[in-house]
């Protein structure tokens, strides 16, 4: 909430109308107010990279950043190092070109959010993809990790059976990387 509220400021310095998604699990956490609450600014169009790593990129936004952070903690066990890049803006979409810089480094990529399939992870995918050429740098097919089709329920079952939850995220990068490297990282099922 203390990254929304530096989009909240920048935005209100400008006149152009705009929509911020606030997810509703952040109200839960605990975080430290900062002193400059209203004059801190966050850049639109700036991914934050919030973990540095060499194997996968994981490209994500909003609450998705919690649960790619709780697949990290267990992805580290098995020596797999994952850069965690949080877009924080969907429009503009990163203007400096940093997720493709990542794609460069660890030569793999994993777009993740809570939308359905072909929603914010497959224009995230185009806009590095074709319009950053980072498909240049690929070694592994780049791959979308998103919510099922299917209405949910009205409850935290819905969130459990229809979003991607820690363990999807697991997984995904897990196979990623046993198609690398199938001697250093074997099926685990």
Do not use: W
């Not at 909003?62 to 994952?82: H, P, T, W, Y």
């Not at 803006?89 to 940093?98: Q, R, V």
Request: charged letters at 25%; hydrophobic letters at 40%.
């Amino acid at each position: 909430m203390t990254q929304a509220a530096g989009l909240y400021n920048t935005l209100l310095e400008g006149g152009d109308p705009a929509l911020v998604i606030e997810p509703l699990n952040a109200y839960r956490l605990k975080e430290r107010r900062p002193d400059n609450l209203g004059e801190f600014r966050i850049p639109l169009g700036c991914p934050e990279v919030l973990l540095k790593g060499t194997d996968v990129t994981l490209v994500t936004y909003g609450s998705c950043v919690r649960i790619a952070m709780d697949a990290i903690k267990q992805l580290k066990e098995f020596n797999i190092s994952v850069e965690l890049i949080d877009v924080q803006t969907l429009l503009p979409f990163d203007i400096e070109e940093s997720i493709a810089a990542s794609v460069r480094k660890t030569n793999r990529v994993i777009f993740f959010d809570e939308d359905v399939p072909g929603g914010a992870t497959a224009y995230m995918m185009q806009k590095v993809l074709e319009e950053q050429g980072a498909f240049r740098y690929l070694d592994s097919e780049p791959r979308t990790l998103a919510a099922r089709e299917h209405r949910p329920a009205y409850s935290t079952d819905g969130d459990y059976f229809s979003n991607p939850n820690s363990e999807n995220v697991f997984e995904a990068v897990f196979d990623m990387m046993h198609e690398a490297n199938p001697a250093r990282y074997p099926e685990l099922y």
